[in-house]
């Protein structure tokens, strides 16, 4: 996205919680990734879009410092919960406390370890809202496991589905990443027990909703 645009975007939009600026500062601090991080827009949009539907239940694939994770659960439904996955044990001490600042170590909880193991333990849920942010190189996987655990209605949404806008590329580059976006967003398109819309705020939202 357009720097101006996104700073225009981050202006203009409501305020949000302080724990996501402390979320933000710390992983810019702590880690080498921060550009990993979803930030105020897409994090805004996550807010406003957990707000529309309210979730009872919210599953997260990657949640990295915690930072979307705080965004989706500010429109859990009263009583509602989210479970957080992610893979790297380092970040642990500074997602828990980010859900601690934000006032919500009671209702998300975080789960260590590969995703696609992990979600084996969910077999007998059912969520209104999935988030897909993990291993690009797995989505197809991580659709497919999940799909099953969306109620008809839910929401699965996913992140950075045009790359960089290496997805629009002719001919497609050959590494993994590119070449399993474009794999998981074909499966989506063709996929009859669903509907989508790619939304191209910052690196591209794949919404799907469950039929």
Known sequence: ?????????????????AALEWVEQQTHLKTNHARMLAGPVLGRMLITFSKMIKPQKVLE???FTGYSAICLAQGL?????????????RWLDLIAEGFSRAGLSNVISLHIGDATETLEQFSNNSFDLVYIDANKREYCKYYELVLPLV???G???????LWSGKILLDPLPKDAQTQEIARFNKMVKEDRRTENFILPLRDGLNIIQKL
Do not use: C, R, S
């Not at 645009?5 to 305020?15: I, K, M, P, R, S």
């Not at 439904?77 to 044990?89: F, I, M, S």
């Not at 929401?155 to 589905?161: P, R, Y």
């Open 1 to 17: 996205m357009d720097i101006n645009l996104d700073n225009y975007l981050e202006q203009t939009a409501t305020e949000l919680p």
């Open 61 to 63: 694939i990657g949640t």
């Open 77 to 89: 439904a009263k009583g509602g919960t989210l479970d957080a996955l992610e893979k790297d044990h």
């Open 151 to 153: 109620k008809p209605g």
């Open 155 to 161: 929401f699965i949404i996913a992140d950075n589905v």
